[in-house]
């Protein structure tokens, strides 16, 4: 069950210069996303963002697939799901950029990082959390 003061491992943000953030096509697109790391996690969850209408809507609610945030998410899971699910993804997306955001208020971008390098690195690091990781492995390949 989910523990609601769970504080979040990172934050996924999917973004595309090409493509209005908020357009119905992209948000499906994000959906596609959250949808094939959801279906594989064994431990932790995701949730996509939510944001507030304006003032004279009542109080409505509309769904960000473009931004999720990972809770309870290990570093076994995240290089075994999460980097194959994100190649695929950028795989037919070239225009598209997957940045992680930590609550230290480190960010990395996955899009730029050679995935399969990266998946090796988790399995020779488990000690790492996944901020430590990401930041270590990119030092190493600037």
């Not at 598209?96 to 990082?113: C, H, M, Q, Y």
């Amino acid at each position: 069950m989910k523990q609601v003061n769970d504080k979040f491992n990172f934050s996924i943000i999917l973004k595309s210069e090409n493509i209005e953030d908020s357009s119905e096509y992209w948000q499906e697109q994000c959906w596609q996303f959250y949808d094939s790391i959801c279906k594989d996690l064994p431990d932790g969850w995701m949730e996509p963002s939510k944001l507030k209408g304006s003032e004279g809507d009542k109080a409505s609610l509309t769904t960000i697939f473009s931004t999720l945030a990972a809770f309870g998410i290990a570093g076994k899971v995240f290089a075994d799901i999460f980097l194959d699910s994100m190649k695929t993804w950028l795989e037919y997306r070239p225009t598209a950029e997957i940045e992680l955001k930590f609550p230290d208020g480190n960010t990395v971008t996955i899009s730029k990082l050679p995935l399969a390098k990266v998946s090796k690195f988790f399995d020779e690091n488990p000690q790492l959390s996944i901020c430590e990781a990401l930041n270590r492995f990119k030092d190493l390949n600037e």
